[in-house]
């Protein structure tokens, strides 16, 4: 049976739990199999990088991880 979110693509949340408390973004993604989303400018950590064709010194990028839907909130009127 698959799982339904009020949560889509592009809608404004403010994240409830957890250490980016009150903060408010964008989803840019949703897994439901996974009961998870990305929100914009939230949870973000710096992961270490091996140089590539693209990108020849490698180095450090930041990257937003994951949130369990139960830990956000959709914003109303936005």
């Known amino acids: ?3 339904k979110f009020k949560i889509k ?3 404004i949340v403010k ?3 957890g250490d980016d408390k009150g903060k408010e973004g964008e989803v840019l993604k949703v897994m439901p199999k996974r009961s998870q989303v990305i929100v914009a400018g939230c949870k ?3 992961k270490a990088v091996k140089p590539t064709e693209a990108n020849p010194k490698g180095g450090f990028i930041n990257k937003e991880m994951p949130i369990h839907i139960s830990n956000v909130a959709k914003v ?3």
């Open 76 to 78: 109303e009127g936005k």
């Open 15 to 17: 994240i409830i739990a």
């Open 1 to 3: 049976m698959a799982v």
């Open 9 to 11: 693509k592009g809608d």
């Open 44 to 46: 973000v950590v710096k």
